[in-house]
């Protein structure tokens, strides 16, 4: 869990159920050493307007409904394995949709209900943007419709393409979008139900999406990761020069040097870096003032970096903050959709204006066990919680130091 979550969150349960669900995850690929900027900026770009990701937020899950078979939606719900592809090829339909929708209404349960068992394409993201970020994140202009969401789905219907959207409180809403039936009809169409169905929990207006079975839940072991062997390519990203760098090492860490720039890496696999120099050194924009978008694209060229010794875990973005006239931007560990619960994030990256601040790297290692475990549904959970406010997290079990699945109860104090 993120250093800042621990402030945020005060009081984090840990039920003692066995556990399930798919959540978070996105982005992939490492980037190569930043490119320096136009002649007098006098910083090194992070990422250039030709250098971005393919897909700048990947949905930890997406799912293809057919619809309703014996009370269940029979669907083909991916994984990390084929969530990208079949995003590449539906990402022009979700922007489409975010950039012509108008007039959303909130709708009761039911219609939700007979919507997740008609034909269309479930969304699910890792962080609770608003739908003008989610925009911006996928590269288009901000969307016209109002608030944050995690869960969308496209819906096809006889009147035409539909867009819902599941809110932060649990209310469900609707917006007519400006997408031909037949574009949606025939991605659908390119796809076969899977032999495992996947249900929706329906409690309240708060549906989830529950994959996988829950008698088979895989167990994950992680370690400490080291990036000696990868400090050359550290010193690049960082923007250090060889022949003006300063090495001291003490007490285990490893220290660099220069020009109001310092770079430290302990040996538990923290790595630092901080900058107190008046000059621009590391940025996200080079001349205007960036958009989230742009910042997360910076930031991720940094925390991509422990995804070199990440093994079967992936670095998926947790979200903001704007605090003190800075963007505080944070990444996890994240396998099979599912974020791991861990001392720190796997990257804390503070932008300030058009540069880079703060940056803390947790490097660690995350593999399958190759054991498993028995897991309680969503459903079950929520009734022995009293709430449906869960959320499951692999979890670390320090007697045995492997990562289980647990449900998590968090509840946010006030301020």
Do not use: C
Not at 51 to 76: A, C, H, R
Not at 88 to 96: V, W
Not at 111 to 140: C, K, P, V, Y
């Amino acid at each position: 869990m993120s250093r800042q979550s621990k402030e945020k969150i005060k009081n984090v349960l840990i039920l003692l159920l066995t556990v399930s669900a798919v959540v978070l995850s996105f982005f992939a690929g490492i980037f190569d050493a930043p490119m320096r900027a136009q002649a007098g900026s006098g910083g090194t770009l992070l990422v250039s307007e030709n250098d971005q990701p393919k897909n700048l937020l990947l949905p930890t899950q997406i799912t293809v409904n057919f619809g309703m078979e014996e009370g269940l939606v029979s669907g083909s719900g991916t994984t990390n394995a084929d969530t990208a592809g079949l995003f590449e090829e539906s990402l022009h339909l979700l922007r489409a949709a975010l950039q012509s929708a108008r007039q959303a209404e909130e709708i009761d349960a039911q219609t939700w209900r007979d919507t997740l068992g008609s034909w269309g394409i479930l969304f699910r993201f890792s962080a609770n943007l608003s739908l003008s970020e989610l925009a911006l994140m996928m590269g288009q202009a901000e969307s016209p419709l109002m608030g944050k969401s995690e869960t969308l789905h496209l819906s096809l219907k006889e009147a035409g393409v539909f867009l819902y959207f599941l809110g932060t409180d649990g209310q469900v809403f609707r917006a007519m979008t400006g997408i031909p039936s037949y574009q949606l009809g025939e991605l659908i169409a390119q796809y076969e139900p899977s032999r495992s169905r996947i249900s929706f929990d329906l409690s309240g207006n708060a549906p989830q999406v529950a994959l996988g079975n829950y008698n088979h839940f895989p167990v994950v072991s992680g370690q400490t990761a080291h990036m000696y062997q990868h400090l050359e390519r550290l010193l690049s990203r960082f923007d250090f020069h060889p022949n003006l760098v300063r090495y001291m090492e003490s007490d285990g860490v490893r220290t660099m040097v220069e020009n109001g720039a310092t770079l430290r890496i302990f040996e538990d696999g923290l790595i630092t870096y901080l900058y107190r120099g008046q000059n621009p050194r590391l940025m996200v924009s080079m001349e205007h003032e960036p958009n989230l978008a742009e910042i997360v694209r910076g930031a991720y060229a940094l925390a991509s970096l422990v995804g070199i010794v990440s093994g079967e875990a992936e670095i998926s973005f947790r979200g903001y903050a704007y605090q003190n006239g800075q963007f505080v931007i944070e990444f996890g560990y994240t396998l099979d959709g599912i974020p791991i619960l861990d001392a720190y994030p796997a990257a804390r990256i503070v932008v300030d204006g058009r540069y880079v601040r703060e940056v803390s790297l947790f490097a660690r290692s995350f593999h399958f066990s190759g054991e498993h475990t028995a897991i309680l549904p969503r459903s079950s959970a929520q009734i022995a919680a009293g709430t449906e406010q869960i959320d499951l997290f692999y979890v670390l079990q320090a007697e045995t130091e492997q990562y289980l699945p647990r449900w998590i109860l968090i509840e946010e104090s006030g301020e």
